[in-house]
């Protein structure tokens, strides 16, 4: 057993290419995931038709521009030149005050300001649209306040608890955590039984008097210290590089990615044993995991606005599980009677993972 093991770990450290995707993939990932994959919007570029130009507006146009969120690209002199700006695609909204802006305020008690917003890219018009909305409605109280106007209006508060600066790398980071465990995980082990057939090393596993099980043990062991280490590494990168905190335990944490490490691998396991070759075992798990991970796991999109069919299908994702678990720990600091039921799926989830492995690589060997 342990030789068996040695064999694994020194195989593991003599191929560079193992080593590159085990380590160096991770990191580079997480580092370009981490950076790229983002829904805050700054320095949105956006033009002003400014049909009053008197103190309100021109007090408006500061505050939106003093804000990190908009650069004045242009002021237009009339509606003509809307459209223009729109197709030359340099601009994002256009601000547009009507005439006698200030004096309708305050003789009528109200003022129109129209936002004009390119919806090519949907998400971009409504973030900026809900940025625009709430600065002129800020600065809109705080003008009645001085004004000597009391306001006839609901003032909402809102908390935002886990999050407060609502930074989208605390919902992107546990999502590219667990796509990339998963994928490096089942990639690397997923070639090791196709390689003993490719290197013609099969026929001494055949003839040896380790039992299956343990011959899939001794593959496993390997990845699962090997990955570990790289879990700590990414762990440690997510929270000194981009902030994500780690409220909750972190031996609970690591309890939780040591499980899906160990579903992860048992996978490509399985997968090693219904492929024929080394390539057609990295594509089934390039491909066959990363898409529906990240689709179809609530990483990017909510899995609450998805057809009931996709609903269904996300459940069979151990992704989605895995990401409920790691934002309860690291987000919300939250203990193990919250999460105990996708612990337990996950936990289901390999040892059936296990079982059709052993059950496969015995089909195999009778092959």
Known sequence: MWAFIKKEFLYIFRDYRTMLILFGMPLAQILLFGFAITNDINNAHIAVLDQSKDVVTREITRKLLSSHYFILDRYLKSEKEIKSAFRRGEIKEVVVFEKDFAQKMKTDGEAHVQLLLDASDPNTANILNSYTEGIINSYIFQHQLQEGKIPLRIDVESTMEYNQELKSVFMFVPGIITVILMLVSAMMTSITIVREKELGTMEALLVSPVRPGIIILGKVVPYVVLSFINLVVILLMSQFVFGMPIRGSAPLLLAESLLFLVMSLS?????????????????????????PTILLSGFIFPIANMP?????????????????????????????????KETLIIF?????????SIKRFNIRLEE
């Open 267 to 291: 996978l490509g396991i399985l997968i090693s044993t219904v492929s024929k070759t080394q390539q057609q075992a990295m594509m089934l798990s390039m491909f066959g995991l990363m898409l």
């Open 308 to 340: 009931v069919v996709l609903q269904w299908l996300s459940d069979l994702m151990p992704g989605k599980w895995f990401i409920i678990i790691i934002k309860n720990i690291m987000l919300k600091g939250i203990g193990f009677s919250y999460f105990w």
């Open 348 to 356: 289901a989830m390999t040892a059936l993972f296990v079982v059709l």
